[in-house]
């Protein structure tokens, strides 16, 4: 019925002005409404100031989440995920994606009409799917996430999937409420980027039918450095790959009502869709 947008943000004030003029067009020219959460995770510049005045200036619905200090992307995405199922209902969409005005907003209309089609869980916006380009984006970079993905398509494949790094991504409701009833307090334990690696790897044991939709990444869109940090995210990248080599597959606690439980997907409400 409504689609939600999960925005983590670490100092990205500079990025907040462009993403959500994004946003504003996006609900002009396909006629719907999105609620913005953005969570602040311990910025020290004016981040959630910025974010409450350009969502007032432009219209935008804003739910802003403050963290004290900063806690990781893994934190913040777990604040955002709490929040979104307080605040959403069933048949309700989450979008989650960057805060650094890389990822474009409007192919999460794709994603939506894919997912709908398709009956699919999640849909993730793809590097590695035809049509799909990265700009700005160094070379180490783009190789550290190409080695990822081949990794873990080898060693802990999850059908469907072939961008595992990528936080661009859209869940329907109902599948997140599984998640959150399988997991509990555990979904979230990485708090740096490995995180989405993470939250897929954990995702498979439900069995999610997962799509992908090609993306054109604009790093040079990007107004701020990175935040990553490159060593400690590929050495807790290949201890999550060994993690799932060595565990065993996992039991459902949620009984044969959870097993049976059918995943609702109702349209957004969108007028004048061609």
Not at 44 to 63: F, R, V
Not at 173 to 193: A, I
Not at 215 to 242: G, W
């Amino acid at each position: 019925m409504s689609l939600f947008v999960l925005l983590p943000a670490y100092n990205e004030q500079e990025s907040i002005r462009p993403l959500f003029k994004k946003f504003q067009i996006l609900q002009q020219i396909f006629n719907i409404e999105i609620e913005l959460i953005l969570v602040d995770d311990g910025s020290s510049d004016k981040t959630a100031q910025t974010a409450i005045d350009e969502s007032q200036s432009l219209g935008i619905l804003l739910k802003l989440v403050q963290h004290p200090k900063n806690a990781g992307l893994g934190q913040a995405i777990k604040t955002g995920f709490t929040t979104f199922l307080e605040i959403s209902q069933e048949g309700d969409f989450l979008g989650a994606m960057d805060c650094d005005n890389t990822q474009p907003p409007e192919l999460l209309i794709k994603m939506y009409d894919t997912m709908i089609a398709g009956s699919y869980d999640i849909a993730i916006a793809s590097r590695y799917r035809k049509g799909s380009k990265v700009i700005g984006l160094s070379k180490f970079r783009e190789l550290m996430s190409y080695g990822a993905s081949w990794l873990f398509r080898i060693a802990a494949r999850v059908p469907g999937v072939k961008d595992y790094t990528c936080g661009y991504r859209l869940y329907n409701r109902t599948f997140l409420t599984k998640l959150d009833m399988y997991y509990g307090d555990n979904l979230f334990t990485e708090s740096g980027f490995a995180c989405m690696i993470d939250l897929l790897l954990k995702a498979k044991a439900l069995k999610p039918k997962i799509v992908e939709i090609p993306m054109v990444l604009r790093y040079d869109e990007k107004p701020t450095a990175s935040k990553m940090k490159i060593l400690k995210t590929i050495t807790r990248t290949l201890k999550l790959l060994f993690k799932n080599l060595a565990s065993t597959e996992l039991n459902s606690n949620l009984g044969q009502a959870f097993k049976e439980q059918e995943t609702l997907r109702i349209p957004l409400k969108m007028a004048n869709r061609k």
